[in-house]
């Protein structure tokens, strides 16, 4: 038998990990055994199956779920999120609940401009591009030159888009990952529609 079949989680590590996930318990002790009892392989093992299911799932209509928020600073910042279930049954699950909040918290703290790649609009991501490359040293290959591009691209929507960005209660997930767990441990197609942020004084 294998070391990883023998491998036996304990009790607190099953805990930490449905914790850190939101992952089922069955599903969190299948993947620390399938780990050996390593914690970040598990929460990827998790994360990469959330992912998978949430691909299946993602043409699902998804016309359900709730309006969350979030005041922050006595007062003066709050932000509204809309995400969708596919059912109402789900949309009144209490770790739906969670989730919604948790972005709605996220997004009072990061100030993402846009929900996805898909929103921010062609010119600007074209004029970043170009700003990119005018900065990256003469004298590297075009190939070299279009991965130092691609690189700071990718850290330029981590900035500024909500399901790129690193969660700021568990940087090791971005919200995407967290929604795509969401939708492994929920069985449904969900989705962040939109947000918005308020802050006293702004315009």
Known sequence: MSTAMSYQPKADEIKA??????????????ALVEAEGDIER??????????????????RAANEGTVASYIHAGGKIGVLVEVNSETDFV???PRFG???RDIAMHVAA???????RESVPAELVAAARDE??????????PEVIEKIVEGKLNKWYEEKCLLDQPFVKDD???VGDLVS???GSLGENIRVRRFAKFALGEG
């Open 181 to 183: 767990a969401a939708v």
């Open 110 to 116: 990061m100030s993402p401009m846009y929900l996805d």
């Open 42 to 59: 598990a929460k990827t093992l998790l994360i990469e199956r959330g992912a998978a299911q949430a691909q299946k799932k993602a043409e």
């Open 132 to 141: 990119f490359r005018a900065n990256v040293p003469a004298g590297k290959p």
């Open 91 to 93: 949309a009144r699950n």
């Open 98 to 100: 969670e989730l919604a």
């Open 17 to 30: 990990l449905r914790e850190a996930t939101q992952a089922p318990m069955m599903d969190c002790r299948k």
């Open 172 to 174: 090791s997930l971005t």
